[in-house]
Nanobody, 115 residues
């Protein structure tokens, strides 16, 4: 079992920045990749970014160049630094960790970007 807890969401003006955190606990020693998804109101949950255990990263085109995913293995925490935020980035952001064929999710943190 893996528990994921997000934090760092909030209200920010367009052009601003936020940093999300995801703290992992439980059977985390087997986790390799971790990542972030987001779900805007009335839309499906979309992939945002992934980071492997070795630190390789991938980003959705919509956030490439603005968002940065990173991890601190000593703290079992993954971060999402979000810069140059746009109103269309408004969504609930979910932390994600796949393990042994199962997908683990946090409860999400709301990011609201005002224009």
């Amino acid at each position: 079992q893996v528990q994921l807890v997000e934090s760092g969401g909030g209200l920010v003006q367009a052009g601003g920045s936020l940093r999300l955190s995801c703290a992992a606990s439980g059977s985390i020693f087997s986790i390799n990749a971790m990542g972030w998804y987001r779900q805007a109101p009335g839309k499906q949950r979309d992939w945002v970014a992934t980071i492997t255990g070795r630190g390789s990263t991938n980003y959705a085109d919509s956030v490439k160049g603005r968002f940065t995913i990173s991890r601190d293995n000593a703290k079992n925490t993954v971060y999402l630094q979000m810069n140059s935020l746009k109103p269309e980035d408004t969504a609930v952001y979910y932390c994600w960790a796949p393990l042994y064929g199962l997908n683990y999710w946090g409860k999400g943190t709301l990011v609201t970007v005002s224009s």
